[in-house]
Structure formats: structure tokens, C-alpha cells
């Protein structure tokens, strides 16, 4: 299963963007969906996850600001930012927990990091 980013840039404090995954290969099942992101200088944190059923969790330091959701029939999870801060800028990863196929159509159960995107907010 691969996962590729969309979205990220530079952006003003007090604005927006929004962020989105998708997932391909051969899938079977995707379970839950997340957003991590990790500054310069400083380890990898969770941002946000959402699972098949839909329960979400977030970080407390973007409760209220971002929203994360995922559309299951694309395979493809979006995180919505408002009200960025200088302190939100760091590089994105999508990460999905998944059941897929290999080519000897055997299930496989893994999980998978998108190639990051940077989201620089500008003060």
C-alpha cells in the first residue's frame, strides 16, 4: 500500500489549508487513519486520527482548529487547518493501518507513512 500527500505550503497565521492522503494498492480493508507531524529540531507527534467507525482523537494543541476526516470509498483521509500558528509549522505525515493483498493473494496486515508534506506558517 502506498500513501501519497496533497496540499501543505506556506500559509499566514490566522489562515487555512487543508491537507489530504490517498491510499492505493491492492486493499482490502483500511482500519484507522492519522495525521503525525514533527518541527525542526523535535520528534514525530500525533496530530490527529480517525478510525474506520469514525471516533476521532486530537492533540490538545490543535483541538478546536483542526478537523480531520476520511472518505472511505477513496481511501483518503483530509486534515483541515484553521487558525494556524507559526508553532503548527512542521512536516505532515499521513499513516494508515491497513489489510491488503500481495501477489500471492495472501492478507497482509501493515502499516504505511505518506513521503511528508511542509506546512509553513508564516508569522
Known amino acids: 500500500v502506498q500513501l501519497q500527500a496533497y496540499g501543505g505550503g506556506l500559509v499566514q497565521a490566522g489562515g487555512s489549508t487543508e491537507l489530504s492522503c490517498a491510499a492505493s494498492?491492492?486493499?482490502?480493508?483500511?482500519?484507522?487513519m492519522g495525521w503525525y507531524r514533527q518541527a525542526p529540531g523535535t520528534g514525530r507527534e500525533l496530530v490527529a486520527t480517525?478510525?474506520?467507525?469514525?471516533?476521532?482523537n486530537y492533540a490538545d494543541s490543535v483541538k478546536g482548529r483542526f478537523a480531520i476526516s476520511r472518505d472511505n470509498a477513496k481511501h483518503t483521509v483530509y486534515l483541515r487547518m484553521n487558525s494556524l500558528k507559526p508553532e503548527d509549522t512542521a512536516v505532515y505525515y499521513c499513516?494508515?493501518?491497513?489489510?491488503?493483498?500481495?501477489?500471492?493473494?495472501?492478507?497482509?496486515?501493515?502499516?504505511?507513512w505518506g513521503q511528508g508534506t511542509l506546512v509553513t506558517v508564516s508569522s
Open positions: 499513516n494508515v493501518d491497513y489489510v491488503s493483498m500481495n501477489s500471492n493473494d495472501e492478507f497482509v496486515v501493515g502499516k504505511a
Open positions: 494498492g491492492r486493499i482490502v480493508r483500511i482500519d484507522d
Open positions: 480517525i478510525t474506520s467507525g469514525g471516533r476521532i
